[in-house]
């Protein structure tokens, strides 16, 4: 195998990590169904979940513990915000060669979620 193959097959690696990084931060990330949950529903229920665990046989008690778990991150998370700013910023520099290589349209990068404006600073177009 030649040093260029091995450079081209290193530099296919590290763009299909960089977009998978991204791609997978923007489905963490993507807006629930339903209601939207406010800090203040957050905390009344996570007050329910202490008043009910005294009294909880031991796999509700599991299951509270695990919702308490679970609503503590999502509150962190609304308090401190996400910043996909730097693994979009990585998305941008190498979208359009990966895509352009892999044969990926305009249409499936919006169909997995990835905006319009991110698309135009990556120098993806709709016409090819």
Known sequence: MSDEHKAALAQGRTEG???RDYLEALRSNR????R???EASITRRLEAIEKSLSEA????ELKLVQERRDLLAERDS???GVDLS????KFVQVAKEYGERQGIS???WREVGVQPNVL???GVSRSG
């Open 78 to 80: 609304m308090t401190n």
């Open 17 to 19: 990590r960089i977009v």
């Open 57 to 60: 046989n031991p796999l509700n």
């Open 36 to 38: 939207k949950r406010t």
């Open 120 to 122: 135009k600073r990556a």
């Open 106 to 108: 305009y249409s499936s």
């Open 86 to 89: 730097d693994v979009e910023d």
């Open 31 to 34: 807006p629930k169904r339903g």
